[in-house]
C-alpha cells in the first residue's frame, strides 16, 4: 500500500476461486464426484470434506468453493467436477489478477488463529484420538458439523457421557509457545458448550478445569451460574494435564489437583482444550504492506483513548486484530472504525453511492390468489430433519398454490433472484417462503418482491427451522408433519393478505448526546467532525463524569491530561452545542424528528433533533460494609487512587495496605460483575509500589479478572511481591480495628485457601474494590426515550450480540457505561460505534416507516383509554373529532406489537398485516377438520 490519508493506492491480488457464481445453483453434483477425502472431521466450516465445499454459512449462505487440496491444482489434470457440472459454473483457466485501488481510509479486520495445541506434546492433541479443541467440539456442536449435530467421539463414533474441559490451553502461561495474555473469551464460550451438551445429553457429566472464571461481560455472572447450577457440572479451579490414553476404550486420563484431595487422576471419554486466540497467522506480513506497528503480542498496536487507530494516519483496526475481545466489543469496534473513517472521508459522502430503483409495482389486490411456496434446506439444518421434498408436494394441494420448490439455501443471491424470476413468470402474486426467522431475513425476501413489481407486504414467512427443525431434530417424521402445518397455516394466511404502503419521513441532520463524559464527549466530537450539529448535554456543572476521579490506566495513560485535552475540543469546536446543569422534562417525536425539552441554568429549550445518544454513565457504589464511613482509613479504589496521585504523606510511609475486591456486586442484590475493579486494583498496586517500594500489599480476590493483555500487568504485580490471596463468598473477609505494637491497625481477617487456616493481616489502609452501579436517573431516562433498562438497571440495548450501541427505539443508540462498566478504551470505542451508528441516520434524506401499523375506527372506539396505556411507545393519543374525543395511532410511532389492539374492549383497533381475518385463518388452518 502507497500514499498518506485520504491518498491510499492498495494493490490487491484476487486469486482465481475457479467458479462462475452466477452459474452455480449450489446443486452439490461437484462434492459428490470429487475423489478427494479429508481424514480430519473438524476441517474448517465446511460442509463435507472433500476438495470441493458448498459452504453452509447464513452470512454467505452459498458458496462453491476449491480448496488448494484439489488435484487439478496439484498438477494431476483431474476434471471431474468440471465435466458434471451441468451449468459450466467451474472453470480452470481462471488466474490470478492483480487490481489496483484507490482508497481514502483503510480498516485492517483480519481478525484472530485459535491456538493451535499440538505443537505442545502435553495435551495429547492429534495423538489421542478423543482430546479435540473447542473449535472442534463447536463442530460437534454444529447442526452441519460432521455427525449432523450429535456429540460423538472420534474413536467410536459413540456418544461421550463424561467431558472435561480444560482451560486456558496456550493463555496465561509464559512457557515457550504459550501465550502471556487472557484471551477473554474461553471461559464463556465453555460455559455455552456444557449448557448446549447438557441440552443434547441431560445425563452428560461434564467437568470444566478452570483458574480464574472471568465471567466479566453483561449478564456473564447469570450465565456463568446458570452453567454451574446443572445437574452433574464440576467446576474445578485446578491447573489439569492430559496424562495418557486407554488403549482399550481410548478414553483420557486428565492429572489435576483438588484442594481437599490432592493430586489426582480421573478418566474422562472425551476431553475438550479451550483454545486462546492468537493474531492471525499472517500478522508481520500484515503490518509490513500497510506499514503499522505491532504490540509484543503480535497484534495491532493501538492506544487506549483511540483503540482503533494504528499507528499509521488513515489506517484503522476493528475485531480482535485489536487484541482477544468477545462479539460486541467486536461489532462496535467495527462501528468505531467505521466513525473514524467518516471523519477523514466527510467531503466524500454520498459522492459513490447510487439510488436502488424498482420497477412499478402492479396492483394485484383484485386478482385470485396465486400463491408461490418456496421450502428451505437451510443446508442441514432444516433439511436433515424435515422431508423438505415431502413439503413441496404437500404444498401445491392447498389452496391457490400455483407453484412449489425447494431451496438449497432461499437467502442465497441466486435463490432470491430465482423467487423474483419465478413472481414474474409464473404470474404470482403472493409469495410463502418456509425457512427461518422473519426476524433476520424478512427484508431480503419482501426485497425479492419488490423487484417484480407487487408490494412488498403480499409476503409471509413459514418459520420451519426454530419452530420446528432445530427444537425436533430427533422427531424427523413429526417434523415434517409439523412443517406441513406450518407451511398449510402461511399458505392460508398469504391469500388474505393486503397491500400496505411504507412512510418516508424526512431526517433531521442533528444529534443530542445525554451525558459528558469521556464517552458523551468522544461521541459528540466525532459526530461533529464529521459535519453533524451536536447537542450536548450534561447534568453536572462541568463535563468529565467519572474519568475527573481516575488519574492514571493501567497502560500508563495520564487520563487528567487526555480528560483536559478532550473538554477543550469539546468547547472549542463549533458545531457542539454544550448544556450544563441540565435536565431533560420532555421528550418527543420519532426516528429523524425528535424534540427533547431541556432545563439547563435557569432557561428551558426544546432541542430538534434526529438521534438521541444516551451516554450517562455510570458511579461508584458506596460501601455499607468492612468499616468504610466510619474509620477514614477505609478507602474506595477510586478514593485510593486519588491518595496516589497526590503522594499523600501517611500513605507513602504506611506499612500495609490489603485490598478487598467484589464489594457490592456479584451478590444477591447485584448480581453481575463490575469488570473494572480488578485491574484497577492491580494499577494501585503497581502504582503504589513505585512510590513506596516497602510495602505489603494483599488483594483479597474471588476471582482475579484481567482479562486480555491486563493478564500481563497482573504478573508484573505478582512478581513485584504483591500477595494474592482467594476467599469464597461464602466465607467473605471480615474487619475490625486493633491495636497491635501500639499502633492503631486494621485487622482483616480471612481464610487462606491453601493452607485451610485462618489468616489475620494488619494493615494501615484498607481499599474496596466499590461496585460499579447504574445513575438513579436511568428510571426516568427510560421512560422518556422509551427505552429499556435490564436487571441490574444499566441500559438494555437492542441485541446483546449484533447491536450493542443500539436500542430497539429507533433512533435511539447507547454508549459507555451506561450500558455496562467497562474500560476507558471499550468505553471510547463504543463512543465512536454508536457516533457512528447514529452519522448513519443522519446522512440521510429520510427514513422509511412500516407499514404495518394499528389503526382506529373511530365509530366503535368509546374513549376508554386503554390503548393509550397499553403502548409503550406512546404512538397513541386521544383526538378531538366531530364525533367526540377517539383514540387516534401516530403511524410513524406505531411499532405494530399489537398490544393496543388485543387490549381494545370493543375491537376498535386493527392491526395491519395482522387483521383478525388473517390470523383466525391461520388458526383455522392449524386445527383443520378438528
Not at 151 to 158: E, T
Not at 202 to 222: L, M, P, Q, V
Not at 751 to 779: F, H, K, Q
Not at 841 to 867: I, M, W, Y
Amino acid at each position: 500500500m502507497e500514499g498518506e490519508a485520504g491518498d491510499f493506492r492498495v494493490t490487491l491480488v484476487k486469486k482465481p476461486r475457479y467458479i462462475i457464481e452466477e452459474r452455480c445453483t449450489g446443486c452439490t453434483t461437484c462434492v459428490e464426484y470429487c475423489p478427494v477425502e479429508y481424514p480430519d472431521p473438524f476441517n474448517q466450516e465446511i460442509s463435507n470434506n472433500k476438495a470441493v465445499h458448498i459452504y453452509f454459512s447464513q452470512a454467505v449462505p452459498l458458496i462453491t468453493y476449491i480448496d488448494e487440496s484439489c488435484l487439478y491444482l496439484k498438477e494431476e489434470k483431474c476434471l471431474i467436477c468440471q465435466g458434471v457440472c451441468e451449468n459450466a459454473a467451474i472453470d480452470f483457466s481462471q488466474e490470478a489478477e492483480r487490481v489496483e485501488i484507490r482508497v481514502g481510509a483503510v480498516v485492517l479486520s483480519s481478525g484472530f488463529e485459535p491456538f493451535d495445541p499440538g505443537v505442545k506434546d502435553e495435551y495429547g492433541y492429534r495423538t489421542m484420538e478423543n482430546v479435540v479443541t473447542s473449535m472442534d467440539y463447536e463442530r460437534l456442536l454444529s447442526s452441519t458439523g460432521p455427525y449432523e449435530g450429535e456429540v460423538r467421539r472420534i474413536s467410536d463414533k459413540g456418544h461421550p457421557q463424561k467431558i472435561a474441559w480444560i482451560q486456558c490451553v496456550g493463555s496465561r502461561r509464559v512457557t515457550e509457545g504459550d501465550n502471556s495474555y487472557c484471551s477473554a473469551v474461553c471461559c464463556t464460550y465453555t460455559q455455552k458448550q456444557v449448557i448446549l451438551t447438557k441440552d443434547h445429553n441431560a445425563g452428560a457429566r461434564c467437568t470444566i478445569f478452570h483458574n480464574d472464571i472471568r465471567s466479566y461481560g453483561k449478564d456473564f455472572e447469570r450465565y456463568y451460574q446458570r452453567a454451574e447450577e446443572l445437574p452433574d457440572v464440576r467446576f474445578i479451579r485446578s491447573y489439569a494435564s492430559v496424562v495418557r490414553e486407554i488403549p482399550e476404550t481410548k478414553n483420557v486420563v486428565v492429572r489435576y489437583a483438588d484442594p481437599q484431595g490432592g493430586v489426582k487422576e480421573e478418566e474422562f471419554d472425551m476431553v475438550v482444550l479451550s483454545v486462546g486466540l492468537n493474531p492471525p497467522s499472517d500478522h508481520r506480513e500484515l503490518a509490513e504492506k500497510f506499514g503499522i506497528g505491532l504490540n509484543t503480542h503480535g497484534f495491532c498496536k493501538t492506544l487506549p483513548d483511540k483503540p482503533m487507530e494504528t499507528t499509521r494516519s488513515g489506517v484503522f483496526t476493528s475485531g480482535a486484530f485489536q487484541g482477544p475481545m468477545d462479539i460486541p466489543e467486536s461489532v462496535f469496534s467495527a462501528s468505531s472504525a467505521g466513525s473514524r473513517c467518516g471523519e477523514y472521508l466527510d467531503q466524500r459522502r454520498g459522492r459513490l453511492t447510487t439510488e436502488r430503483s424498482y420497477p412499478p409495482e402492479k396492483d394485484v389486490s383484485g386478482e385470485e390468489p396465486r400463491i408461490g411456496v418456496f421450502v428451505c434446506h437451510c443446508g442441514a439444518n432444516i433439511g436433515r430433519v424435515v422431508d423438505v421434498p415431502s413439503v413441496v408436494e404437500y404444498s401445491l394441494t392447498l389452496p391457490h398454490v400455483v407453484h412449489a420448490q425447494e431451496q438449497l439455501f432461499s437467502c442465497a443471491t441466486n435463490s432470491a433472484r430465482e423467487i423474483t424470476d419465478t413472481v414474474k413468470e409464473k404470474g404470482l402474486n403472493r409469495v410463502v417462503v418456509a425457512a427461518c426467522s422473519p426476524r433476520t431475513l424478512e427484508p431480503l425476501f419482501r426485497d425479492t418482491l419488490r423487484e417484480a413489481g407487487i408490494n412488498q407486504y403480499f409476503y409471509d414467512m413459514a418459520n420451519i427451522r426454530e419452530h420446528n427443525s432445530w427444537v425436533h431434530s430427533k422427531e424427523k417424521e413429526d417434523a415434517t408433519l409439523k412443517a406441513k402445518d406450518i407451511t398449510r397455516m402461511s399458505v392460508a394466511r398469504a391469500a388474505l393478505l393486503e397491500p400496505l404502503q411504507e412512510i418516508d419521513l424526512p431526517v433531521n441532520s442533528e444529534a443530542l448526546v445525554v451525558g459528558g463524559g469521556l464517552a458523551g464527549m468522544t461521541c459528540a466530537l466525532s459526530l461533529a467532525d464529521q459535519g453533524f450539529d451536536v447537542h450536548l448535554v450534561e447534568k453536572e456543572e462541568e463535563l468529565g463524569g467519572m474519568a475527573r476521579r481516575i488519574h492514571y490506566t493501567l497502560e500508563g495513560m495520564d487520563v487528567q491530561a487526555y480528560l483536559r485535552g478532550l473538554v477543550s475540543k469539546v468547547y472549542e469546536h463549533p458545531l457542539i452545542h454544550v448544556s450544563h446543569g441540565a435536565t431533560i422534562t420532555r421528550v418527543s417525536g420519532y426516528i429523524g424528528n425528535f424534540i427533547t425539552t431541556v432545563e439547563s441554568e435557569g432557561r428551558v429549550k426544546e432541542i430538534k433533533h434526529g438521534a438521541a445518544v444516551i451516554a450517562t454513565g455510570a458511579r461508584e457504589y458506596k460501601p455499607t460494609e468492612y468499616l468504610y464511613g466510619e474509620d477514614e482509613r477505609v478507602v474506595t479504589h477510586l478514593e485510593l487512587e486519588g491518595l496516589i496521585s497526590r503522594d499523600e504523606e501517611g500513605l507513602l510511609r504506611a506499612q500495609t495496605l490489603v485490598m478487598i475486591q467484589c464489594v457490592g456486586c456479584r451478590q444477591e442484590d447485584r448480581n453481575y460483575c463490575s469488570r473494572v475493579c480488578c485491574s484497577q486494583a492491580v494499577k494501585n498496586a503497581l502504582k503504589l509500589k513505585e512510590k513506596n517500594p516497602g510495602i505489603d500489599i494483599y488483594i483479597l480476590f474471588r476471582d482475579m479478572r484481567t482479562y486480555g493483555f491486563s493478564e500481563d500487568y497482573y504478573r508484573d504485580a505478582s512478581n513485584a511481591d504483591v500477595k494474592f490471596i482467594r476467599y469464597e463468598p461464602g466465607d467473605k473477609p471480615r474487619v475490625e480495628a486493633a491495636q497491635e505494637g501500639g499502633r492503631a491497625v486494621l485487622r482483616v481477617m480471612a481464610t487462606d485457601p491453601i493452607l485451610g487456616a485462618p489468616l489475620a493481616i494488619d494493615t494501615d489502609y484498607l481499599s474496596l474494590g466499590a461496585a460499579v452501579i447504574p445513575p438513579e436517573e436511568n428510571r426516568e431516562l427510560s421512560q422518556l426515550f422509551t427505552i429499556s433498562l435490564g436487571p441490574d438497571e444499566f441500559f438494555k440495548e437492542a441485541h446483546v450480540k449484533l447491536r450493542p450501541v443500539e436500542f430497539a427505539t429507533d433512533g435511539v443508540f447507547l454508549c459507555g457505561t451506561a450500558h455496562y462498566p467497562k474500560h476507558i478504551s471499550e468505553a471510547v470505542s463504543q463512543a465512536y460505534g454508536a457516533a457512528g451508528r447514529a452519522a448513519a441516520l443522519l446522512s440521510r434524506d429520510s427514513v422509511t416507516a412500516s407499514g404495518s401499523v394499528c389503526q382506529v375506527n373511530e365509530d366503535s372506539c368509546v374513549s376508554c383509554g386503554a390503548c393509550i396505556s397499553a403502548c409503550t411507545y406512546g404512538a397513541v393519543e386521544f383526538r378531538d373529532t366531530p364525533q367526540g374525543r377517539k383514540a387516534w395511532v401516530n403511524p410513524v410511532l406505531c411499532k405494530g406489537d399489537g398490544l393496543c389492539n388485543a387490549k381494545c374492549p370493543t375491537n376498535a383497533i386493527l392491526l395491519k398485516h395482522f387483521t383478525d381475518d388473517e390470523i383466525l385463518t391461520q388458526i383455522d388452518a392449524a386445527v383443520g377438520d378438528v
